[in-house]
């Protein structure tokens, strides 16, 4: 089963940027639509971004457009989620799985977002 471990989550001020990680074990990790999720203190976890198996179709939330952009490397089983233009309403635990919330949830990576 696919294993997932986020990293990259740190403090940064508002209008900065980060690139967060999510390392993927197993061998079908190809074979699954990947997003990002996210949940900010006292709220429900939310959908950020998610990518097709291939990389080729791409949805955002809301939230997300025009300032994230995810991707992934199928050959390395990695998915990123590079955020720009950081607000402190972004600030929240981010977590990646697969587009149908299936798979093991990992500790998911903080980001905060000083103003």
């Known amino acids: 089963q696919v294993q997932l471990v986020e990293s990259g989550g740190r403090l940064v001020q508002a209008g900065g940027s980060l690139r967060l990680s999510c390392a993927a074990s197993?061998?079908?990790?190809?074979?699954?639509?990947m997003a990002w999720f996210r949940q900010a203190p006292g709220k429900v976890r939310e959908f950020v971004a998610r990518?097709?198996?291939?990389?080729?179709?791409?949805v955002y939330g809301d939230s997300a457009k025009g300032r994230f952009t995810i991707s992934r490397d199928n050959a390395l089983n990695m998915v990123y989620l590079q955020m720009n233009s950081l607000k402190p309403e972004d600030t929240a635990v981010y977590y990646c799985?697969?587009?149908?919330?299936?798979?093991?949830w990992g500790q998911g990576t903080q980001v905060t977002v000083s103003s």
């Open positions: 197993g061998r079908t990790f190809s074979r699954y639509t």
């Open positions: 799985n697969d587009d149908g919330r299936s798979l093991p």
């Open positions: 990518i097709s198996w291939s990389g080729s179709s791409t």
